[in-house]
């Protein structure tokens, strides 16, 4: 219990302590310090690229599997709404309040409590900790610089606020800019095709729109026009309306595959913006299945985007806290919470590494 006891201590000092340092993404540089500081003071050998931290628990064993715990360090800026100072850790009722203590503090310092407790430790698998920078942006010098330095993961258990609820799916993302041509002419006469009334053709087909596959954890994927603009001039007739689509992909497609069924049905140009943010599915044979039945932890599919995307390997994303109050004013996550995080990321690898 003592033992358990200094994890916990260790964790909760340490979140307050990255509460207390400004950390949005792209400017994770000291806590990323404060990280290294803590793991090195483990007596771990820590590694680092840009704002990225990562160790291992043992000497690493090319021989062994790779199990990652990863969760993120970056910060959103505060909103308007706090009536708390945002880096100021405050305990009350029981609650740690503070800018990223909820999304992810409380799973990272679980994490890395529980990375604590197995150094040393004969394992049948290598365990490695990443704290990873620019999560919030899905920025390229986030986990996926990381990809080409670290050995492959026979799973990757993701520190995200899901109440310690096992998400074995993620949608992934794909943003759409779609261009319709028209023909320019004076709105006086009857000259022209109006690109507008084009476009008002494609975004019905989009509101009726239905994806023809369907996840099981995930539901059908769903498409949304969030963005239009057509027009300078009120007696111009357009001759372009650009329109912006929000694709928010099921682990039933790739992101190519959902372009694809898009571009068949739509008379626009259709060009997608990245196609980095694929969804995924923890296969259906995984190890991991049987850890979350022997320890009655609840599956499901998250409709929110994580590192996970960004990972190309077998994952799941779990972690103490509640999504709900990710980016919201005076963020909160509760104490007992990460104390329940820490006993139940100890609970999985200790259930994985017996059924390994």
């Not at 970056?74 to 708390?84: C, L, M």
């Not at 909820?102 to 704290?131: R, Y």
């Not at 969804?279 to 409709?303: K, Q």
């Amino acid at each position: 219990m003592e033992d358990f006891k200094k994890l916990f201590d260790d964790a909760v000092d340490l979140l307050e302590k990255l509460i207390s340092t400004p950390s949005f993404s792209k400017e994770e540089k000291n806590t990323g310090d404060l990280i290294e500081q803590f793991l090195k003071e483990k007596g771990v050998e820590t590694h680092r690229a840009g704002n990225n931290i990562w160790a291992f628990a043992t000497e690493y064993n090319p021989v062994l599997p790779t199990v990652w715990l990863n969760s993120h360090h970056d910060t959103v800026k505060p909103n308007s709404g706090y009536t708390r100072d945002p880096f100021t850790p405050i305990v009350a009722d029981g609650k740690l309040f503070g800018l990223g203590s909820n999304d992810a503090g409380g799973p990272l310092v679980a994490l890395l409590a529980t990375f604590c407790h197995f150094i040393g430790k004969e394992l049948p698998f290598n365990l490695l900790m990443i704290a990873s920078a620019e999560e919030e942006i899905s920025g390229q010098n986030g986990i996926s610089s990381l990809l080409s330095q670290l050995p492959e993961a026979e799973l990757a258990i993701v520190g995200e606020p899901t109440q310690m609820r096992m998400a074995v799916a993620e949608k992934g993302l794909l943003v759409i800019d779609a261009k319709i041509h028209g023909k320019a002419g004076h709105a006086a006469r009857e000259e022209g095709i109006n690109a507008i009334y084009l476009a008002m053709e494609d975004l019905e087909e989009i509101r009726n729109f239905q994806f023809s596959k369907t996840s099981p954890f995930l539901g059908r994927t769903k498409v949304t026009c969030t963005v239009i603009k057509a027009g300078q001039q009120h007696n111009v007739v357009p001759d372009l309306c650009e329109y912006v689509l929000d694709v928010r992909v099921t682990d039933a497609y790739t992101l190519e595959g959902a372009l694809e069924e898009l571009q068949d049905i739509l008379k626009a140009e259709l060009t997608p913006r990245s196609l980095r943010l694929q969804s995924s599915h923890l296969p259906n044979d995984h190890l991991m299945y049987r850890v979350a039945d022997e320890l009655d932890l609840e599956t499901f599919g998250s409709p929110t985007l994580s590192d996970q995307a960004l990972i190309p390997y077998p994952s799941v994303k779990i972690g103490p806290g509640d999504s709900a109050r990710s980016h919201t004013a005076d963020e909160y996550i509760y104490l007992e919470e990460i104390k329940a995080g820490i006993q139940g990321y100890i609970s999985i690898i200790n259930h994985y590494a017996a059924l390994s």
